[in-house]
Each structure stands twice: as C-alpha cells, then as structure tokens.
Nanobody, 124 residues
Framework: QVQLVESGGGLVQAGGSLRLACAAS????????MGWFRQAPGKEREFVAT????????YYGHGVKGRFTISRDNAKNTVYLQMNSLRPEDTAVYYC?????????????????WGQGTQVTVSS
C-alpha cells in the first residue's frame, strides 16, 4: 500500500531553518505531484508548496514564497521542504501528500495520499 512518511520536524528558534523530508513507497513516485500542507492548532489545513512529478512545475502558498523551497529526488522517492527564516506563525503539523492528474494544485482534495505529519515548532 501507499505510504508517505515525513521526517525532519522539531523545535527551532525564529530565524532558523529546518529541512523536512517525505519518503514515499507503494506508488510510482515520478508520476505523482507531491505537496506539502500544514495545520496549526485551531486552524484549517493550508497549502504550503507543491511540485510536479518531473519537478518542472512548482507552486508556493502565501507567506512562504522566498523562504521555503520544495524539491524532489525521484531516484530516492523523496520530496523535501527546505524552510528558512522560520517564524512563530510557521508552527504547525506539516503533511506531505501525493496527487495525480492535478488541476487545482493547491486544493487538498486533489491529493490522493497523505502522510501522518511531522510537528514543526518555531519559538520566538
């Protein structure tokens, strides 16, 4: 079955960096768009970034463009999210997701598979 496993979360001070990774198995990784979403306590899950299977289409959500970078290594079935200049408002559980036949790249319901999430906490 399809599994997406996130790693790399943790506690960091404001202005610091973290690199999240999501390892995928059970799917043909290179044909899936891979997205990152996040959910803070009491808030709805929101789009962070997404990258196409070939890596040639990338979108970022509001507030992270210029600070976060999404990338993927299809040989390793892994997608990454490099997060720099972190802010307390970036605190959330970060989820990776896989989707095919993408139309609305930022929409949660476009993604078929989800990981369990990894906690990112940014202290001020």
């Amino acid at each position: 079955q399809v599994q997406l496993v996130e790693s790399g979360g943790g506690l960091v001070q404001a202005g610091g960096s973290l690199r999240l990774a999501c390892a995928a198995s059970g799917l043909t990784f290179s044909v899936y768009a891979m997205g990152w979403f996040r959910q803070a306590p009491g808030k709805e899950r929101e789009f962070v970034a997404t990258i196409s299977g070939a890596g040639n289409i990338i979108y970022y959500g509001h507030g992270v463009k210029g600070r976060f970078t999404i990338s993927r290594d299809n040989a390793k079935n892994t997608v990454y999210l490099q997060m720099n200049s972190l802010r307390p408002e970036d605190t959330a559980v970060y989820y990776c997701a896989a989707g095919s036949r993408m139309i609305r790249w930022q929409a949660i319901d476009e993604y078929n598979y989800w990981g369990q999430g990894t906690q990112v906490t940014v202290s001020s």
